[in-house]
């Protein structure tokens, strides 16, 4: 269960941040456009990553010496930091959601999905690298376990924005509540920055 949770809010903590994707799923809730097939592709999309990540340094693990996981090591630590930094700066801007409500057709949008999904950097660091990194001392079953908390987490967050897109966005644009979200995020990822350091040393 521990694994499971920590796979869930993990995950969670990485995709709260708001980018392209995110933006472009409300967007297609607020404009009832193909609601379930984006939220569908992008959930389905995280939980392929992720386990794509989750077994590629599982069966790799074996090639991974001192050295190269301690390489890895620094790099997580250093993501890390790096996203607790872009949070702490995000946490003054405020969230614009452009509206457009063009028509538009299901294979248009379908790869429009897949382009912020595949096309996103972020969709990798945060999946195969970070969430792979993250679990490959773990063992098989619990690595299964985590990559199930963090795919649900994936399929909970896109759905809810997609249906309640609208009652979320009134709140979304609101300063003052993705504060709270940031500071909530930021606390966890030092959390695991701490627990990663101590890896190191």
Not at 15 to 33: P, T
Not at 80 to 95: C, D, E, P, R
Request: a positive charge; proline letters at 0%.
């Amino acid at each position: 269960m521990e694994f499971l949770l920590l796979g869930f809010f993990t995950s969670l903590s990485l995709i709260l941040a708001i980018g392209a994707q995110n933006i472009f799923v409300i967007e297609q809730g607020l404009k009832k456009q193909f609601t379930f097939t984006v939220c569908f592709i992008c959930s389905i999309s995280d939980c392929f990553l992720i386990f794509v990540g989750i077994f590629l340094f599982y069966y790799f693990n074996q090639y991974f010496t001192s050295t190269i996981e301690l390489i890895f090591n620094i790099l997580l630590l250093l993501f890390l930091i790096y996203f607790i930094y872009s949070k702490i700066k995000s946490g003054s801007q405020k969230i614009n959601f452009n509206q457009n409500y063009k028509k538009t057709t299901l294979i248009s949008i379908i790869f429009k999905t897949l382009g912020f999904t595949y096309l996103n950097p972020h969709v990798y660091s945060d999946t195969v690298f970070f969430l792979g990194n993250f679990s490959k001392n773990f063992l098989l079953a619990d690595k299964i376990i985590f990559g199930i908390g963090a795919s649900f987490a994936s399929f909970l967050f896109f759905f809810f924005i997609g249906y309640l897109s609208q009652f979320f966005s009134r709140y979304a644009d609101n300063l003052k509540v993705w504060k709270i979200i940031n500071l909530f995020i930021i606390i966890f990822m030092s959390g695991l920055a701490v627990y990663v350091l101590l890896d190191i040393i």
